[in-house]
């Protein structure tokens, strides 16, 4: 059984940065495109950072050029780093695979606001 484990989230300021992780513990996700996916109150969860196997990224829109996906494959674990928030960032942060295959974690809230 896959346990998605993310962490990093908190409070910032706009125009601030945070690197979220996410822990794929008894995971072979090595194997599979990851994702970070974000939910806002009231919408529906988007993907938001993808990378693939073979190292390629895609980002939706509002994030290009903002946030980095990576990951660790020898740690299953993947990275999203996150520059110049703004407060439309604010969310609950979620990773899977991409498409989602395991059962999703608790996530971790991110909220910028001055």
């Known amino acids: 059984q896959v346990q998605l484990v993310e962490s990093g989230g908190g409070l910032v300021q706009p125009g601030g940065s945070l690197r979220l992780s996410c822990a794929a513990l008894?995971?072979?996700?090595?194997?599979?495109?990851m994702g970070w996916y974000r939910q806002a109150p009231g919408k529906q969860r988007e993907l938001v950072a993808a990378?693939?196997?073979?190292?390629?990224?895609k980002y939706v829109d509002s994030v290009k050029g903002r946030f980095t996906i990576s990951r660790d494959n020898a740690k299953n674990t993947a990275y999203l780093q996150m520059m110049s928030l703004k407060p439309e960032d604010t969310a609950v942060y979620y990773c899977?695979?991409?498409?989602?295959?395991?059962?999703w974690g608790q996530g971790t809230q991110v909220t910028v606001s001055s």
């Open positions: 008894g995971s072979t996700s090595r194997f599979y495109a």
């Open positions: 899977n695979t991409d498409p989602p295959l395991y059962l």
């Open positions: 990378l693939t196997l073979g190292g390629s990224t």
